[in-house]
T-cell receptor
Framework: AQTVTQSQPEMSVQEAETVTLSCTYD???????LFWYKQPPSRQMILVIR??????QNATENRFSVNFQKAAKSFSLKISDSQLGDTAMYFC????????????FGKGTKLTVNP | DADVTQTPRNRITKTGKRIMLECSQT?????MYWYRQDPGLGLRLIYY???????NKGEISDGYSVSRQAQAKFSLSLESAIPNQTALYFC??????????????FGPGTRLTVL
């Protein structure tokens, strides 16, 4: 079974600064996807970024980028130029490729962006 | 209008009552999922369905049942609610027939409180 670990229950950052959220995972699969989801106070789950394990290039989406280290089973999220609207819970998630496409989530990191 | 809707958005019920949470989608997706979110635990999969005739148990299915009445509708039932089923419940959808089939789209969530 796969597990996802987010070791930082809470983090804070000043507006306009950069912050990195950590995620590690455990799997014996070689073909999978990794995701970061954002959950603002509205509680809506919003996909931030997605990484395919067979792609060596790190995914980027505007101010969001990941550092994917497959051998180390690490998948961190970097948020640049943090904005107040980035305040949210962030969940790292794993999905095995093929089969049921079930998401396995970490416990989340609560990020607060301070003015 | 939202592509994935959940009703009710909030519900308070008493121990022993039967309750149904409903999910509808207009995205035309074939796959639907029910997740449960508890503070400090992230989201966990309850049930998932690939089509009307294909329903599967997830990680924490005990105490729950589901019905896929149509491709667009997936209901979650608590036959006899208990307090430890107090949680935030999410429905999600995905479509295996698109290039982004690994992406799941979430509804707004149902906050359930069992007294």
């Amino acid at each position: 079974a796969q597990t996802v670990t987010q070791s930082q229950p809470e983090m804070s950052v000043q507006e306009a600064e950069t912050v990195t959220l950590s995620c590690t995972y455990d799997t014996s699969e070689s073909n999978y996807y990794l995701f970061w989801y954002k959950q603002p106070p509205s509680r809506q789950m919003i996909l931030v970024i997605r990484q395919e394990a067979y792609k060596q290039q790190n995914a980027t989406e505007n101010r969001f980028s990941v550092n994917f280290q497959k051998a180390a089973k690490s998948f961190s999220l970097k948020i640049s130029d943090s904005q107040l609207g980035d305040t949210a819970m962030y969940f790292c998630a794993f999905m095995k490729r093929g089969g049921s496409e079930k998401l396995v989530f970490g416990k989340g990191t609560k990020l607060t962006v301070n003015p | 209008d939202a592509d994935v809707t959940q009703t009710p958005r909030n519900r308070i019920t008493k121990t022993g009552k039967r309750i149904m949470l409903e999910c509808s989608q207009t995205k035309g997706h074939d796959r639907m999922y029910w997740y449960r979110q508890d503070p400090g635990l992230g989201l966990r999969l309850i049930y998932y369905s690939f089509d009307v005739k294909d329903i599967n148990k997830g990680e924490i299915s005990d105490g729950y049942s589901v019905s896929r009445q149509a491709q667009a509708k997936f209901s979650l039932s608590l036959e006899s609610a208990i307090p430890n089923q107090t949680a935030l419940y999410f429905c999600a959808t995905s479509d295996r027939n698109t290039l982004s089939y690994n992406e799941q789209f979430f509804g707004p969530g149902t906050r359930l409180t069992v007294l």
